[in-house]
């Protein structure tokens, strides 16, 4: 290469440089720092669903909305899409084996009713789970199981029931009631049994949800393209050297706070071709219940893509600036965003960690079985995080250069997606689980 072209090529890369810092300049790490600190506060309690802590952080988020100038959600009058859930905790649970009791801390239950009375001259299918069988394999197995079922697991998964047996004595949230089988499991030696009583009296309560959610309307008006982050954590745990609260701030206070800062980047911009959807979603921590209530509001076929963004708060594996993409190849999302980023300071990766299923554990799972492109963005080093639903998850241990620069690589990564240039093609349906 002549010296000419060289200093060509030299003054092109500067002017790209200089005008993608202009084109950024309203992501800054002060205004990052100040939006995660708030939703990770001791005063937050922690954002557990049901809780003040989780209304608290609405409120907040509802005011960066208005703040912003954002347009409530496509049907709704405000910011709040609030609906209603039930919590089914554990009053009662008694059964008896073959003539003997069992004690309580042997027992649980999960169940949509309020009570359940059975005896061995009911319709209740017995299965057993032995000493050398996967009881957490199992367990998963019989979420599809349609008929009501007793079972018996072996004391050798004494440890994992007790965690499980605990886990249930807080309680379930149901969409619905008296839908789904029943299932009630007993910690016995017991192989079979010639006569069982199975008794079950839960307390059930009527509790609201909310998703907070905000709009920006597109030329074309309805192609929706959704940028994401669940704003629950899991509130008040045991306490560690006299911390109780587990903050959150990456799981998921630093995704939230991303989805906050792009709704302010896109607000300043020019009005985008597609309609963009900002949402912080209730409840994922208990199973997604948020993103499921909002994709039934809207018709996925209209959603082109979504952006779930998830734990960016610290590098990852690939280094800095990178992230990666759960379920990189279910689309080609992924590429297309690898495209915009050539030439930058930023990197997306397929997601390293295969085996921990990311896909699926994070909102974007509800909307890619509608067949929508739907991923998420994380960055976390999962396989060796300590922080990870523990009391420490706090805003010390966020790298704040990083999450801002995490903020700036999707604002470029979803640019294309946003004027409409780029379209990712859809999830196949069938593949997804």
Same mark, same amino acid.
């Given at each position: 290469?002549?010296?000419?072209?060289? #200093?060509?090529?030299?003054?092109?890369?500067?002017?790209?440089?200089?005008?993608?810092?202009?084109?950024?300049? &309203?992501?800054?790490?002060?205004?990052?720092?100040?939006?995660?600190?708030?939703?990770?506060?001791?005063?937050?309690?922690?954002?557990?669903?049901?809780? &003040?802590?989780? +209304?608290?952080?609405?409120?907040?988020? @509802?005011?960066?909305?208005?703040?912003?100038?954002?347009?409530?959600?496509?049907? +709704?009058?405000?910011?709040? @899409?609030?609906?209603?859930?039930?919590?089914?905790?554990?009053? +009662?649970?008694?059964?008896?084996?073959?003539?003997?009791?069992?004690?309580?801390?042997?027992?649980?239950?999960?169940?949509?009713?309020?009570?359940?009375?059975?005896?061995?001259?009911?319709?209740?299918?017995?299965? #057993?789970?032995?000493?050398?069988?996967?009881?957490?394999?199992?367990?998963?197995?019989?979420?599809?199981?349609?008929?009501?079922?007793?079972?018996?697991?072996?004391?050798?998964?004494?440890?994992?029931?007790?965690?499980?047996?605990?886990?249930?004595?807080?309680?379930?949230?149901?969409?619905?009631?008296?839908?789904?089988?029943?299932?009630?499991?007993?910690? #016995?030696?017991?192989?079979?049994?010639?006569?069982?009583?199975?008794?079950?009296?839960?307390?059930?309560?009527?509790?609201?949800?909310?998703?907070?959610?905000?709009?920006?309307?597109?030329?074309?008006?309805?192609?929706?393209?959704?940028?994401?982050?669940?704003?629950?954590?899991?509130?008040?745990?045991?306490?560690?050297?006299?911390?109780?609260?587990?903050?959150?701030?990456?799981?998921?206070?630093?995704?939230?706070?991303?989805?906050?800062?792009?709704?302010?980047?896109?607000?300043?911009?020019?009005?985008?071709?597609?309609?963009?959807?900002?949402?912080?979603?209730?409840?994922?921590?208990?199973?997604?219940?948020?993103?499921?209530?909002?994709?039934?509001?809207?018709? &996925?076929?209209?959603?082109?893509?979504?952006?779930?963004?998830?734990?960016?708060?610290?590098?990852?594996?690939?280094?800095?600036?990178?992230?990666?993409?759960?379920?990189?190849?279910?689309?080609?999302?992924?590429?297309?965003?690898?495209?915009?980023?050539?030439?930058?300071?930023?990197?997306?990766?397929?997601?390293?960690?295969? +085996?921990?299923?990311?896909?699926?554990?994070?909102?974007?799972?509800?909307?890619?079985?509608?067949?929508? &492109?739907?991923?998420?963005?994380?960055?976390?080093?999962?396989?060796?995080?300590?922080?990870?639903?523990?009391?420490?998850?706090?805003?010390?241990?966020?790298?704040?250069?990083?999450?801002?620069?995490?903020?700036?690589?999707?604002?470029?990564?979803?640019?294309?997606?946003?004027?409409?240039?780029?379209?990712? #093609?859809?999830?196949?349906?069938?593949?997804?689980?």
């Amino acid at each position: 290469m002549n010296n000419i072209k060289l #200093t060509l090529l030299l003054v092109a890369c500067g002017f790209t440089a200089t005008v993608q810092a202009q084109e950024l300049a &309203p992501i800054t790490q002060a205004e990052t720092t100040r939006i995660v600190g708030t939703l990770s506060a001791d005063d937050m309690q922690g954002r557990a669903s049901f809780t &003040p802590g989780i +209304e608290k952080a609405a409120d907040f988020i @509802q005011n960066e909305f208005q703040r912003i100038g954002l347009k409530p959600l496509p049907g +709704e009058s405000d910011f709040k @899409q609030t609906f209603t859930m039930y919590r089914v905790s554990p009053k +009662e649970v008694e059964v008896k084996l073959n003539g003997k009791a069992v004690k309580p801390e042997q027992v649980f239950a999960i169940t949509d009713k309020k009570e359940l009375e059975w005896t061995n001259k009911g319709k209740q299918k017995l299965m #057993t789970v032995g000493a050398q069988d996967d009881f957490r394999a199992v367990l998963g197995e019989l979420n599809d199981e349609k008929q009501d079922m007793l079972v018996l697991v072996h004391p050798k998964h004494k440890d994992l029931f007790s965690r499980y047996q605990h886990y249930m004595s807080s309680g379930s949230v149901k969409k619905e009631l008296g839908q789904s089988a029943s299932k009630v499991f007993v910690l #016995t030696d017991y192989v079979k049994v010639s006569k069982y009583e199975v008794e079950v009296e839960n307390k059930i309560e009527q509790l609201q949800l909310t998703n907070v959610g905000g709009m920006i309307e597109g030329k074309r008006k309805d192609e929706y393209v959704v940028f994401s982050g669940h704003y629950d954590h899991i509130g008040i745990q045991e306490p560690v050297a006299g911390d109780s609260i587990a903050n959150g701030a990456d799981d998921d206070a630093a995704g939230t706070t991303a989805m906050i800062m792009l709704a302010d980047y896109y607000k300043q911009q020019p009005q985008p071709e597609r309609s963009l959807l900002f949402v912080a979603f209730t409840a994922e921590e208990m199973g997604g219940f948020g993103s499921k209530y909002f994709t039934e509001q809207l018709n &996925p076929d209209q959603i082109v893509a979504m952006f779930n963004i998830e734990m960016v708060g610290k590098p990852s594996k690939f280094g800095a600036n990178s992230a990666y993409l759960t379920g990189f190849e279910r689309s080609d999302l992924g590429n297309l965003m690898q495209q915009r980023l050539q030439g930058t300071n930023y990197s997306i990766h397929p997601d390293p960690y295969p +085996e921990q299923n990311l896909f699926y554990r994070s909102d974007n799972a509800t909307l890619a079985r509608l067949g929508v &492109p739907a991923h998420t963005i994380s960055s976390v080093q999962i396989d060796k995080d300590k922080t990870y639903h523990t009391v420490k998850d706090e805003v010390s241990q966020l790298d704040m250069e990083h999450l801002t620069n995490m903020i700036k690589a999707i604002a470029l990564a979803s640019e294309g997606v946003v004027s409409g240039e780029d379209t990712p #093609t859809r999830v196949d349906k069938s593949q997804v689980r």
